[in-house]
């Protein structure tokens, strides 16, 4: 998740009123995330949800998924495919505003799926 965000942060700063959109980069970015977000599902298998009401938990080993996503395993997983999608829909992108138009949809995209499936802090 983490390189997934570190790409997004750099595009998002290509497309800020200061920014300056370097499309190869740009696009390049977009493919590793759409790459990243096919492979992340498979990341949780049903043995990771490791989640007990009211037990330590390690900081360095507990998860940041909320329990929920494991019981709801099919959404999660459709959400990162339609994201990957978005992601591969922007690497191809023909124009700016259409690049531009993607990249904000899979934003929403990724706010919607940890609003599911981040666990509180």
Not at 54 to 77: C, E, I, K, Q
Request: hydrophobic fraction near 45%; glycine fraction near 6%; charge should be negative.
């Amino acid at each position: 998740m983490g390189t997934i965000d570190l790409n997004m942060d750099e595009v998002e700063k290509m497309l800020a009123p200061d920014g300056k959109l370097e499309s190869a980069d740009g696009r390049e970015h977009m493919d590793i995330i759409s790459v990243l977000l096919q492979t992340f599902p498979h990341l949780f298998p049903e043995t990771t949800n490791q989640w007990t009401a009211g037990a330590d938990r390690d900081a360095a080993l507990d998860t940041f998924a909320s329990p929920v996503l494991w019981s709801n395993f099919g959404d999660f997983y459709a959400r990162a495919g339609s994201a990957s999608k978005l992601a591969f829909a922007a690497s191809r992108a023909k124009t700016v505003v259409e690049f531009r138009a993607l990249v904000t949809e899979l934003r929403g995209a990724c706010n919607a799926c940890h609003a599911a499936y981040l666990k509180p802090q």
